[in-house]
């Protein structure tokens, strides 16, 4: 077989697993959609039915009416939003201090940063939680989103992408007479529009649907995010499983939409800032 052949077949072979690969993974999405229009008997019958036999709109406002529900995706668009705003600030103003200016121990610095993202939250829970019970932050907004406002990842992400930025642009800003903070604003925040789209999703993502500090931090049900209210919905009544995914897959919503609107940003911003040192 020449090796034009072997090319194309490769090809073809390849566009096969590419496509069988996404379909297993949108399979649990597939699913969850499928049980939100099914009645609860049909949820668990074998042969697995993909398909209702008769699709179950009500079992959405049904499951809506289960809880304060409107509460609870209020709480997690709040926490999610202001979490990712922090991490866009404050990630991009440390990732332009690590890559741009020159004071004693820099890479010490940023080695102990990036040394953090070894340690998962289960490990630093307990400190965390002191420290914001020392604060005064129990059952508050604040106590929801300071602890995860600022990630090392994001400092990591920025840092990549604004040390390939060209120091020329900064010196000439200098030389016209821009401060510092106008140089941050005006030259570094609109040249990283990429990273930035690709650490706002991520974030966002992340804390949309963040389950374990809100469980720990917040015990009003006023400030309840909706993981907690769908795991207190399972508490009630763990047989109402259409009903549980259709709340899921309301909670799907907005991530999809914020993906679709900066899925160009989001490749981008991953692909140019890279892992190199």
Not at 90 to 101: D, E, I, M, Q, T
Not at 223 to 246: C, N, R, V, W
Request: charged letters at 15%; glycine letters at 8%; hydrophobic letters at 55%.
């Amino acid at each position: 077989m020449s090796s034009r052949a072997l090319t194309l077949w490769g090809g073809r072979l390849l566009t096969i697993l590419t496509i069988a690969g996404i379909g297993v993974t949108l399979l649990p999405y597939f699913w969850m959609l499928s049980s939100s229009l099914k009645t609860s008997s049909e949820v668990f019958e074998l042969p697995v039915r993909w398909l209702p036999r008769e699709p179950q709109w009500s079992n959405y406002p049904a499951a809506l009416s289960r809880g304060a529900f409107g509460v609870y995706f209020f709480n997690s668009a709040v926490v999610a939003l202001a979490v990712m705003a922090g991490n866009l600030l404050v990630c991009s103003l440390a990732g332009y201090g690590l890559a741009k200016f020159r004071f004693p121990y820099r890479e010490l610095s940023f080695r102990a940063i990036l040394s953090t993202l070894m340690l998962p939250l289960e490990i630093v829970l307990v400190p965390t939680f002191l420290v914001v019970r020392g604060l005064g932050l129990v059952n508050s907004y604040g106590g929801l989103i300071i602890p995860l406002a600022v990630d090392a990842f994001g400092i990591f992400l920025m840092r990549q992408y604004i040390k390939d930025l060209p120091d020329s642009l900064i010196e000439a800003a200098r030389l016209d007479g821009c401060s510092e903070r106008g140089i941050f604003w005006r030259i570094i925040l609109p040249n990283c529009k990429p990273a930035l789209g690709a650490l706002a999703l991520l974030t966002f993502r992340d804390n949309w649907d963040q389950f374990l500090w809100p469980l720990i931090v917040a015990s009003k049900d006023t400030l309840k995010t909706f993981p907690l209210g769908l795991a207190q919905m399972e508490g009630i009544d763990s047989a109402a499983y259409h009903e549980i995914m259709a709340i899921a897959v309301i909670a799907m919503i907005p991530t999809a939409i914020i993906f679709l609107f900066f899925q160009r940003a989001f490749v981008r911003g991953i692909a140019l800032s890279g892992l190199k040192e």
